[in-house]
């Protein structure tokens, strides 16, 4: 009673537990009803225009943060990376940490694969090529030995 209406007339927020329960709750249905109202929307992502200064220094800078030696620039491989970078139009998408290692492990999987079924068939021909051998001595022994 009293405390509400003297906090009312003063406009004073009322500090009593159930007054500030309500408040709340007010509040939660408020942010509700305007989250309904909301859709995220996604960044369109802003493509630089490309300039020889502006690929310099990127290099520079990428030299000096991963402590790289300058000759990193002359590898045939990163001149490739580079080369298929540029047929880009919209920007090149970095593969994260994680999908990087997933992709070094199938690429090193199917190496191994390769380099198992080749051993296998490279096996059989000199496997092959052994019993044919061992057979041509026993003929040449049998031969010998008449």
């Not at 906090?7 to 989250?35: C, V, W, Y």
């Not at 802003?46 to 991963?66: E, G, H, M, N």
């Amino acid at each position: 009673g009293k405390y509400r209406q003297w906090a009312k007339k003063h406009s004073f927020e009322s500090m009593l537990p159930g007054d500030i329960k309500a408040r709340k709750e007010k509040a939660e249905q408020a942010q509700q009803t305007i989250n309904s109202h909301l859709t995220e929307r996604k960044l369109a992502e802003r493509v630089i225009p490309y300039s020889d200064k502006l690929f310099k220094q990127a290099a520079i800078k990428w030299l000096v943060a991963t402590d790289q030696p300058i000759q990193a620039l002359d590898h045939p491989k990163f001149q490739d990376m580079i080369d298929v970078a540029s047929w880009a139009t919209n920007g090149v998408k970095i593969p994260n940490r994680r999908a990087t290692r997933a992709e070094i492990m199938r690429i090193f999987k199917n190496h191994l694969t390769r380099l198992r079924t080749m051993l296998n068939v490279s096996r059989n021909l000199v496997l092959h090529a052994a019993s044919l051998h061992l057979i041509f001595q026993h003929r040449v022994l049998l031969l010998v030995a008449q």
